[in-house]
C-alpha cells in the first residue's frame, strides 16, 4: 500500500511563500507521475501541478510562474514551492501519485492533504 505524507502548509500573509512537501512510502519513479492538487471550500479538487517520471512538469494556469513542483528522488520527495501567494489560493493540499500496484493496474493515490491558508 502506497503512502503519501503532505507537509509544510500553514498560515501566510498574500505575497508570501511556503513549501509544500509530499513523502512516499516508496521510489517515486515508480509512479507514472505525481503532483498536487488542491481543493477550496465548497469547491471541486483542482490539479495545481504535475510531473512526470521523465520529468516533464504541467501547471495549472492560475499558478503559472509562482508555484514549481521539484523532486529528490533520494528521499522519495516531492516538493512544492508557492510564491507570491493569493488570498485566492487557499484551500487544502493534496499530494497525488499515479502508478501501477502489486497487480499491475494503474492506481491514483492521495495524501491525507495540507491547509494552506492565505490572509489578505
Known amino acids: 500500500q502506497v503512502q503519501l505524507v503532505e507537509s509544510g502548509g500553514g498560515l501566510v500573509q498574500a505575497g508570501g511563500s511556503l513549501r509544500l512537501s509530499c513523502a512516499a512510502s516508496?521510489?517515486?519513479?515508480?509512479?507514472?507521475?505525481m503532483g498536487w492538487y488542491r481543493q477550496a471550500q465548497g469547491k471541486q479538487r483542482e490539479l495545481v501541478t504535475t510531473i512526470t517520471r521523465d520529468g516533464s512538469t504541467n501547471s495549472a494556469d492560475s499558478v503559472k510562474g509562482r508555484f514549481a513542483v521539484s523532486r529528490d528522488t533520494a528521499k522519495k520527495t516531492v516538493h512544492l514551492q508557492m510564491n507570491s501567494l493569493k488570498p485566492e489560493d487557499t484551500a487544502v493540499y493534496y499530494c497525488?501519485?499515479?502508478?501501477?500496484?502489486?497487480?499491475?493496474?494503474?492506481?491514483?493515490?492521495w495524501g491525507q492533504g495540507t491547509q494552506v491558508t492565505v490572509s489578505s
Open positions: 497525488n501519485a499515479n502508478g501501477f500496484d502489486s497487480d499491475y493496474k494503474l492506481r491514483n493515490y
Open positions: 516508496r521510489n517515486i519513479l515508480s509512479f507514472v507521475s
